[in-house]
T-cell receptor, first 119, second 111 residues
Framework: GAGVSQSPSNKVTEKGKDVELRCDPI?????LYWYRQSLGQGLEFLIY????????KSGLPSDRFSAERTGGSVSTLTIQRTQQEDSAVYLCASSAGLAGGPVSTDTQYFGPGTRLTVL | RKEVEQDPGPFNVPEGATVAFNCTYSNSASQSFFWYRQDCRKEPKLLMSVYSSGNEDGRFTAQLNRASQYISLLIRDSKLSDSATYLCVVNIGVWGNQFYFGTGTSLTVIP
């Protein structure tokens, strides 16, 4: 079946430009997550959407980063005035989510990521 | 203190060897546990969930020790294709997910 998709797969931009990264979660998944991974590093949590609840933005590194999730499905991560330190792979994941119960069995599935390079 | 800690390795083992990775977590209220595998320049993929009773999937065995707050992954009869980074993941959320990832343990299986 269709998994999580992300676009673009690669993005090269100049310092100071804005970029938008897109994530299409698995159909029916109510939870969506954004992470970033710098070369040789672990995953850094950015933001988490769960259904219609207010997103958990606690991982966003600065106010240059924002994300939206429209209609409970597709999400866009926007980075304004990009800096060289923003260069990383941005990974999106989705999971079935709460569905009214505890999440003890919830599992994340990752998209292939967007490799962002800021020159 | 990090929520999840792993030995980064690298572990270099010959084909056919048995190798074990451990991971410790700091929050005793953690709800669920997973091992993910990440190949170079690829996204993480779920290897297996970890259940309290322990679980096995072919050559892979996962164990959870809640008292000591660690989980383990055992790989028997290592194959070249097992070479990857293995990520320990813990979800401390109950009514909302809070996934924490370890930085990963690198495994290279040598011919």
């Amino acid at each position: 079946g269709a998994g999580v998709s992300q676009s673009p797969s690669n993005k090269v931009t100049e310092k100071g430009k804005d970029v938008e990264l897109r994530c299409d979660p698995i159909s029916g998944h109510t939870a969506l997550y954004w992470y970033r991974q710098s070369l040789g590093q672990g995953l850094e949590f950015l933001i988490y959407f769960q259904g219609n609840s207010a997103p958990d933005k606690s991982g966003l590194p600065s106010d240059r980063f924002s994300a939206e999730r429209t209609g409970g499905s597709v999400s866009t991560l926007t980075i304004q005035r990009t800096q060289q330190e923003d260069s990383a792979v941005y990974l999106c994941a989705s999971s079935a989510g709460l569905a009214g119960g505890p999440v003890s069995t919830d599992t994340q599935y990752f998209g292939p990521g967007t490799r962002l390079t800021v020159l | 203190r990090k929520e999840v800690e792993q030995d980064p390795g690298p572990f270099n083992v010959p084909e056919g060897a048995t190798v074990a990775f451990n991971c410790t977590y700091s929050n005793s209220a953690s709800q669920s546990f997973f091992w993910y595998r990440q190949d170079c320049r690829k996204e993480p993929k779920l290897l297996m969930s970890v259940y309290s009773s322990g679980n096995e999937d072919g050559r892979f065995t996962a164990q959870l020790n809640r008292a000591s707050q660690y989980i383990s992954l055992l790989i028997r009869d290592s194959k070249l294709s097992d070479s990857a980074t293995y990520l320990c993941v813990v979800n401390i959320g109950v009514w909302g997910n809070q996934f924490y990832f370890g930085t990963g343990t690198s495994l290279t299986v040598i011919p």
